[in-house]
Structures are given as structure tokens and as C-alpha cells.
């Protein structure tokens, strides 16, 4: 069945085309909001899609609009899918009181605690419905697709491509919460969302779940060394130790000077948009060659 979506505005970009969509979720139960970059080569062929998962306080709008990311996407040829980051107006009481926490903050998993798991969902969203919505209603390749994000975002690039590694052949991360059992906002999200069980919050941590065997693709980390966030609630570190101390390959650049916000990401998206790119298209330069 094809889903109905809502046009909200579509807006010409580096000559493809940048459209903001709504529909009404199955698996949240409410309206949900994506956004699409769409490069002008899809109107020749099939191309590789980029999920990109924004942080907290975020919305589907705040990547596309902030991170310069277009330009780079229409000469690679890349089509760029980013979503809103928790359900929205849900009626949950206090569901908008905390912004490390509820709307704008659904940590991109599935809750398991009441009155959370009524509709949090994001985890399934991504990996099932919205990956189902792009694949069947737009111009993609369905064996191309990279997975992206920042902060919270970050955390669940890397998460979601470890616990659903036949989805995503290419990983990266802006400053992510690379070890959230250890942090403050990972503690407070994952004892509402999902309840007091250690082992439940590391199904959910990165540097966790490459200590419990799972892997991923080389995945690219950026991360500004000026980052207010960094010692206390990001911990790179903990996600590098891991990666060595398992055998699993990870790019991490450190970056003086350069904090948590979109002018850090826009520095450096285009490396990111390339390093995709190159793990997109492997197969192609193979053949090619």
C-alpha cells in the first residue's frame, strides 16, 4: 500500500529539488515530518540515499536548512532524507517541559515504558516505515543507502546501523553520544524510555553494542575538540577504545577550535557527503575497473 503524502513546499536547490512532506505514521500514530533532497541526476537513474538523524530540539527542517549540504549532494549525486526527531503533540503530560527529554528528543528507539511507548517509536520509523517511503516513492537506489547524524543524532546513526547492518552499507557522525549509558542525557532518556535495565540501555549505547559483538561499516566521526558537550556527555573516546580493542575499523578526526554547532557540521559535510559517496558506489568502481 502506498502511503499519502503531503506536499507542504518544495523549493528549487542546485537544481534538484528540496521538498518537506507530512503524513500520518502507522507506527507512531500520529503526523510525522520528513524532508527530501532530491539532485537533479535522478531524473536519469536510480540513486544512493543518505539518512541524516538530527539532534536534540531539532526538526526535519534544521539539517537541509543549516548544513550546506545540497550543493555537495547534487554534484555526487546523493538524494538526502532527514526526518523529525520524536513524535510530536502526543497529549503525553510533560511531553514538552524538558528539552533533553520527550519532543524533540525521542533518542531514536523504540520505548518500552508507559505512557512513552505509546507512541515513541522512532527506531521502527526509520528502519521500517519512513525506509520503506523512500525506497518505494522516490528515486533510490535500495542497495545504496548511508545512514548520518549529529548528537543525538550521532548516537543513533551509529546504533541503528549496528542493530540493522543489512540496511546501511556507509555510517558517519557529527559529535555523537557515542556512549550514552555514561552520560547524563543518555541516563535520563533511556531510564524513561526503556526502564532501569542495564542490558535494555546497552542494546541501545554504541560503545556497547561493538563490545557485544555487532559491527558496522568504517563509519567517519567528526568531532570539535571546543565542543562544550564533549567530556561530559559525548565520550568519543569510550566508542574508539571499543572499536580498537574489538578489531573494528573507525575514522575518528578530533577538530581544535571547532564546538557542537551546524557551522562545525558544515565545515565538514562535504567530507562526510564523499565518504558516502565512495562506500555507495563501490561496487560501480569495481565493475569499472
Not at 27 to 41: D, K, N
Request: a negative charge; aromatic letters at 12%; charged letters at 20%.
Amino acid at each position: 500500500m502506498t502511503i499519502k503524502l503531503e506536499i507542504r513546499s518544495q523549493h528549487r536547490c542546485f537544481g534538484g529539488l528540496q521538498s518537506y512532506y507530512q503524513h500520518h505514521s502507522e507506527i507512531i500514530g500520529l503526523p510525522m515530518r520528513f524532508s527530501v533532497y532530491v539532485p537533479p541526476e535522478a531524473s536519469e537513474q536510480r540513486l544512493p540515499v543518505l539518512f541524516f538523524l538530527a539532534g536534540l530540539t531539532c526538526t526535519e527542517e534544521t539539517f537541509m536548512i543549516k548544513a550546506g549540504a545540497q550543493r555537495y549532494a547534487a554534484e555526487l549525486g546523493l538524494v538526502l532524507v532527514s526526518m523529525d526527531t520524536s513524535p510530536r503533540n502526543t497529549g503525553i503530560s510533560g511531553e514538552a517541559d524538558d528539552w533533553e527529554f520527550g519532543s524533540g528528543a525521542g533518542f531514536y528507539l523504540d520505548a518500552t515504558e508507559s505512557p512513552w511507548s505509546k507512541y515513541f517509536h522512532m527506531e521502527s520509523y526509520i528502519t521500517q516505515e519512513l525506509h520503506n517511503i523512500i525506497l518505494s516513492q522516490f528515486p533510490v537506489d535500495p542497495k545504496r543507502v548511508g545512514i548520518s547524524g549529529h548528537s543525538m543524532g550521532g548516537h543513533g546513526a551509529l546504533t541503528l546501523a549496528l542493530r540493522h547492518p543489512k540496511l546501511y552499507r556507509s555510517v558517519s557522525a557529527f559529535a555523537p553520544i557515542a556512549a550514552p549509558i555514561h552520560c547524563l542525557w543518555g541516563q535520563k532518556a533511556f531510564s524513561r524510555y526503556l526502564g532501569e535495565s542495564p542490558e535494555s540501555w546497552r542494546k541501545h549505547d554504541a560503545t556497547a553494542l561493538i563490545e557485544s559483538g555487532h559491527r558496522l561499516p568504517t563509519p567517519l566521526i567528526d568531532q570539535g575538540l571546543d565542543d562544550p558537550f564533549l567530556a561530559e556527555q559525548l565520550h568519543p573516546s569510550y566508542f574508539e577504545a571499543a572499536c580498537q580493542q574489538a578489531g573494528q575499523p573507525v575514522i575518528l578526526r578530533r577538530h581544535a577550535g571547532y564546538d557542537h554547532s551546524y557551522f562545525f557540521i558544515s565545515t565538514f559535510i562535504e567530507d562526510h557527503l564523499r565518504h558516502h559517496h565512495t562506500l555507495l558506489t563501490l561496487d560501480q568502481i569495481d565493475s569499472a575497473g
